[in-house]
């Protein structure tokens, strides 16, 4: 079965920390997908990579950074972390395009709320 | 831009009624769309996708359907039972971003016994 996994269910940092939250896939999926989801908001995308070492902003990125050494994780970064950043943070993955790839789900993790104090 | 919208915000019906979600999008070169549901404090579940050349499909008690001219999706459930309780997502893949979903804010659905 499809297994999206997130290293932290629960996670409590404090500003100024650098805050490092892993998503591991065992698909084999080319995309991975980090997002933060917060209320009125909806899910807003962060960061994605369609292939090792390769990353694409999302609509926001500032203040997160991402790494993408292996095929099957993929790391999103609070180079220093704010109060504004408390949030539940979703990690996803799916096959890469074109079709019929692109007509596969995206799969998500189990999420990771983080509050900064 | 693609825009989704989703309606209602919010549905509460008792235990055995058959319901409808809506789902709204604003353009329709799209690749799929996508339905999900999601318990309080967890990650998405995926639970229908229909492809846009599809007009269907169904899982159990599930059953989508899309209006690709039209911009427009429902989820039906029949027979609502409590543990469908939940909050229900449509996503659009747009054919200009390749990989990425757009989504709505959601419909929390509450299931009374």
């Known amino acids: 079965d499809v297994k999206v996994t997130q290293s932290s269910r629960y996670l409590v940092k404090r500003t100024g920390e650098k805050v490092f939250l892993e998503c591991v896939q065992d698909m084999d999926h080319e995309n991975m997908f980090w997002y933060r989801q917060d209320p009125g908001l909806g899910l807003r995308l962060i960061y994605f990579?369609?292939?090792?070492?390769?990353?694409e902003k999302g609509d926001i990125p500032e203040g997160y950074s991402v790494s993408r050494e292996k095929k099957e994780r993929f790391s999103l970064i609070l180079e220093s972390a704010s109060t504004n950043q408390t949030s539940m943070y979703l990690c996803a993955s799916s096959p890469r395009g074109p079709l019929p790839n692109s007509n596969q789900p995206q799969h998500f993790g189990d999420g990771t709320r983080l509050s900064i104090l | 831009k693609q825009e989704v919208t989703q309606i209602p915000a919010a549905l509460s019906v008792p235990e055995g009624e058959n319901l409808v979600l809506n789902c709204s999008f604003t353009?329709?070169?799209?690749?799929?769309l996508q339905w999900f549901r999601q318990d309080p404090g967890k990650g998405l579940t995926s639970l229908l996708l229909i492809q846009s050349s599809q007009r269907e499909q169904t899982s159990g008690r599930l059953n989508a359907s899309l209006d690709k001219s039209s911009g427009r999706s429902t989820l039906y459930i029949a027979a609502s039972q409590p543990g469908d309780s939940a909050t229900y997502l449509c996503a659009v893949r747009p054919l200009k971003y390749g990989n990425k979903l757009v989504f709505g804010a959601g419909t929390i659905l509450r299931v009374k016994s």
């Open positions: 990579s369609y292939d090792v070492k390769m990353k």
């Open positions: 353009d329709s070169a799209i690749y799929n």
